[in-house]
């Protein structure tokens, strides 16, 4: 259960970043093209990122063996640059706007990445 709850707890933080940095970003990125471009980067960031920290947690200090959170991290950070090589050709298939969808992939992983640590002993 502490699982479940911990998982929610990081979604909806990520969601909350992903929302700030929406709107930041809409203050540059001004065309509905841009826009929706942003749309599909941040679902797809908070999947990525949802996953990600899904993987991430079982290895939290403490909990398995020295060295596994490190692995587990570096998993995530290269299924992050795999999910991200795997976009910037999609984008132009989809005929979004490279730039806004490129820019904001990056911020939101960017965002969400930096409060898994602050969020792994998350156990209540």
Known sequence: M?????LSFFAGISAALIIVATIVLRTYFRTVNQHDAMLVSAGLAFAVQLGSYALLR????????????????????????????LYAPLVR?????????LVSLV??????????????????
């Open 93 to 101: 298939i989809v005929n979004l706007d490279v730039e806004s969808a």
């Open 58 to 85: 079982p290895g939290r200090p403490g909990r398995g063996v020295p060295g596994e959170l490190l692995i587990r991290w570096a998993i995530g950070a290269a299924l992050r640059l795999f999910v991200l090589v």
């Open 2 to 6: 502490r699982e479940k709850r911990a």
């Open 107 to 124: 911020t939101f992983f960017f965002l969400t990445m930096m409060a898994e640590p602050l969020l792994l002993e998350y156990d209540r």
